[in-house]
T-cell receptor, first 115, second 108 residues
Framework: EPEVTQTPSHQVTQMGQEVILRCVPISNHLYFYWYRQILGQKVEFLVSFYNNEISEKSEIFDDQFSVERPDGSNFTLKIRSTKLEDSAMYFC?????????????FGSGTRLTVV | RKEVEQDPGPFNVPEGATVAFNCTYSNSASQSFFWYRQDCRKEPKLLMSVYSSGNEDGRFTAQLNRASQYISLLIRDSKLSDSATYLCGKTSYDKVIFGPGTSLSVIP
C-alpha cells in the first residue's frame, strides 16, 4: 500500500533555531498538506499546497513557517525560528483529489520538541 | 460555534457492545465528510468516507444528516482492537477540518 514518508521521526531543537521537516507524499498525489497536533489536543490544519503554491493556510502558519517542493518528490515544512509552543507532532498528508475529497493519507509524523 | 464538535468521551464499553459516536458541524457548504481513527501518538488513518445515503464497512456504519448537520459512526460487536480515538472531519475550502476526537476504550 502506498504511504507518505516523513523524516525525521523525532527532532529536538533549541528555541530560536531553524528546523526543516521532510515529507515524501504518495507519488501520484497532487495535493499536499501539513497539520500539527499539540499533545492532547486536536489535529490542526497548517497549510495546503497544490501546483507548487500554497492554496490555503491557517492563522497558525505565520511568517515563521514556509513550505516548498524543491525537487518534485519532497515536500518540506520549515520553521525559521522555533518557539517553545511549536513543540508538537507535525503530520504531512497527501490526497489524489482536491479539497481532501476522498480522504487523506497521513505520514507517521515528526515529533518536534523545542527546548 | 466550532466548525466540528465531538463528545471527547471517553467511552468505555465491554467487548461485543455496540457504540455510537456523533459529530456536529457548522457551515453547510461542506462537501465531504469522514471518520478517521487515531491510535495513541500515531497518525490519523481514514476509516471511511460518509455519505448521505449511509455507508457500511463490516462492523462500521456511518451516516450523514445534512439537515441536522451531524454525522454518526456506529461500531457493532466492538473488539479490543477498536480502542482508539475517532476523529470526524469535513472538507472546508482546500482542506479537511477535524474535530477533537472521541476516545473509545473497549474493555475485556
Amino acid at each position: 500500500e502506498p504511504e507518505v514518508t516523513q523524516t525525521p521521526s523525532h527532532q529536538v531543537t533549541q528555541m530560536g533555531q531553524e528546523v526543516i521537516l521532510r515529507c515524501v507524499p504518495i507519488s501520484n498525489h497532487l495535493y499536499f498538506y501539513w497539520y500539527r497536533q499539540i499533545l492532547g489536543q486536536k489535529v490542526e490544519f497548517l497549510v495546503s499546497f497544490y501546483n507548487n503554491e500554497i492554496s490555503e493556510k491557517s492563522e497558525i502558519f505565520d511568517d515563521q513557517f514556509s513550505v516548498e517542493r524543491p525537487d518534485g518528490s519532497n515536500f518540506t515544512l520549515k520553521i525559521r525560528s522555533t518557539k517553545l509552543e511549536d513543540s508538537a507532532m507535525y503530520f504531512c498528508a497527501s490526497s489524489e483529489a482536491s479539497k481532501g475529497a476522498g480522504g487523506y493519507t497521513f505520514g507517521s509524523g515528526t515529533r518536534l520538541t523545542v527546548v | 460555534r466550532k466548525e466540528v464538535e465531538q463528545d471527547p468521551g471517553p467511552f468505555n464499553v465491554p467487548e461485543g457492545a455496540t457504540v455510537a459516536f456523533n459529530c456536529t458541524y457548522s457551515n453547510s457548504a461542506s462537501q465531504s465528510f469522514f471518520w478517521y481513527r487515531q491510535d495513541c501518538r500515531k497518525e490519523p488513518k481514514l476509516l471511511m468516507s460518509v455519505y448521505s445515503s449511509g455507508n457500511e464497512d463490516g462492523r462500521f456504519t456511518a451516516q450523514l444528516n445534512r439537515a441536522s448537520q451531524y454525522i454518526s459512526l456506529l461500531i457493532r460487536d466492538s473488539k479490543l482492537s477498536d480502542s482508539a480515538t475517532y476523529l470526524c472531519g469535513k472538507t472546508s475550502y482546500d482542506k479537511v477540518i477535524f474535530g477533537p476526537g472521541t476516545s473509545l476504550s473497549v474493555i475485556p
